[in-house]
């Protein structure tokens, strides 16, 4: 069973930038799709990126649209976000999550079937 780490979530200030890492172990999660959530407090959980298992597609929630870069690195079994012009509603806490067939609906939570602990973004106005 792959299990995933996220890291590099921070406070940063509103116009910043801030790269996520999300490390899988346990198992390749080179045939998984890999997608970054986020949950801020009192609102569900929300789809921000996605990236097939060969990243010859990638896919964007509303609100990264634009700014934000999904990528992965299959040899390293790692995928990240890239999050540019950062603003104060991008605080939240960030999920990296895995599932084979998440590409098929990729914004569904029940995609997919192995998430990590999350890593808290905080950008400040």
């Known amino acids: 069973q792959v299990q995933l780490v996220e890291s590099g979530g921070r406070l940063v200030q509103g116009g910043g930038s801030l790269r996520l890492s999300c490390v899988a172990s346990?198992?390749?999660?080179?045939?998984?799709?890999m997608a970054w959530f986020r949950q801020a407090p009192g609102k569900e959980r929300e789809f921000v990126a996605g990236?097939?298992?060969?990243?010859?597609?990638?896919q964007y929630g509303g609100s990264g649209q634009g700014r934000f870069i999904v990528s992965r690195d299959n040899d390293k079994n790692m995928a990240f976000l890239q999050m540019n012009s950062l603003k104060p509603e991008d605080t939240a806490v960030y999920y990296c999550?895995?599932?084979?067939?998440?590409?098929?609906?990729?914004?569904?939570?029940?995609?997919?079937?192995?998430w990590g602990q999350g890593t808290q973004v905080t950008v400040s106005s």
């Open positions: 999550a895995a599932g084979r067939w998440a590409n098929v609906e990729p914004m569904d939570v029940a995609r997919y079937t192995t």
């Open positions: 346990g198992g390749s999660s080179s045939r998984y799709y």
């Open positions: 990236i097939t298992w060969s990243a010859g597609t990638t």
